[in-house]
């Protein structure tokens, strides 16, 4: 199938839409399809549509649909799209109603949407391959924080919560992200000038996070709205257990019953759980079985099946194209 990948950030935003892009449009070349990657659509023939963000690429979603009204149009739902955007932004919602699939990307997602569109719903974990571990630094209880500087990140909770940690406690955070704004960026300096144990690596190259990651003891996600962080896949991938904030996003990745959550927006709940999964080996062994069975659900092999089978569902019998060597 001919299949128009819509995503609203280019290849030089490197966040979390664009890889998602990038890695579906490689496991759906890989099955034989023939896939363009494109910020908005360019109006040229294609049989099937797959959309990132019901909002921000409502424009191409609109115009595929009014143009080929019968042809599958599939909308994968952000974080922005589930818990803001499709509760207040009528473009959105009118993306909803177009799509004849929505994916979520964690089981908590489809909570969110109408009764009526729970049939045209499907879950695709996201994913990412094993990762090696590093050898640790020694004598530091190195913590990592895994984003872009943006409200919806809650991106300065972690160094909040290094103030409330014990004075002899070995834990310090790194937080690896660009600033999105000039605000962000002097706050991350004030930041770093008044609380040591926080330091803000700023935009580094996607090989070095994972660098630094597989070397990590932990990793903190302090975010108030989520639609599936690959990030979480990331560290779960390197064996790195997570410190997430209590939302749905989160929950729908790591599980109801997984230990390592804090109220959002709570610094001295996150300072405590740093504290216990430095100091207290039960409580960290606890974090690394939880995470390795929520790993099981994030393996690349299994995200491109059920993207596959997403696609498959409107596949005509037709050739199919070899994959590319």
């Given at each position: 199938m ?7 950030y ?5 966040n ?5 892009a ?10 034989g ?31 595929f ?6 042809r599958p ?6 974080g ?15 993306s ?49 924080v ?5 409200a ?13 940690l ?15 704004g ?23 190259p ?14 903190v ?5 989520e ?5 979480i ?17 989160n ?13 959002v ?13 430095e ?18 659900l ?7 099946s059920?993207?596959?089978?997403v696609v ?5 019998r ?5 994959p590319?060597?």
């Open positions: 001919r299949i128009a990948l819509i995503t609203p280019g290849r030089e935003h490197r979390g839409n664009w890889h998602t990038a890695r579906w449009a490689r496991f759906l070349r890989e099955a399809h023939e896939v363009r990657v494109q910020v908005a659509w360019d109006g040229r023939p294609a049989d099937l549509m797959l959309a990132l963000h019901a909002r921000r690429s409502f424009d191409s979603i609109r115009a649909a009014d143009r080929f009204p019968s149009l599939l909308v994968a739902l952000t922005t799209d589930l818990y803001r955007d499709i509760h207040e932004d009528a473009n959105a919602q009118q909803l109603e177009l799509a004849h699939r929505l994916i979520v990307l964690q089981e908590r997602g489809a909570d969110e949407l109408p009764p009526h569109l729970t049939a045209r719903t499907r879950v695709i974990y996201q994913s990412a391959p094993d990762i090696s571990r590093r050898r640790a630094t020694r004598d530091v209880f190195d913590v990592v895994i984003g872009h500087l943006r919806e990140k809650d991106p300065f909770r972690a160094a909040l919560a290094t103030a409330y014990p004075e002899h406690s070995q834990a310090r955070v790194t937080h690896l992200g660009s600033a999105l000039e605000e962000m960026a002097a706050t991350a300096e004030m930041a770093q000038y008044k609380l040591p144990r926080w330091t803000w690596r700023g935009e580094v996607h090989r070095s996070v994972l660098e630094h990651l597989a070397r990590a003891h932990l990793m996600i302090s975010s108030v709205m639609g599936g962080a690959n990030v896949c990331e560290a779960l991938a390197a064996d790195v257990p997570v410190l997430a904030s209590y939302m749905p996003g929950i729908g990745m790591l599980g109801e019953d997984y230990p390592g959550y804090f109220p927006g709570d610094e001295r709940e996150l300072a405590k759980l740093l504290s216990k999964a100091n207290d080996p039960d409580f960290y062994s606890a974090l690394v079985e939880h995470a390795r069975r929520r790993r099981s994030m393996r690349p092999e299994h995200e491109a059920r993207l596959r089978q498959a569902e409107f596949e005509q037709q050739p199919r194209r070899r590319r060597p």
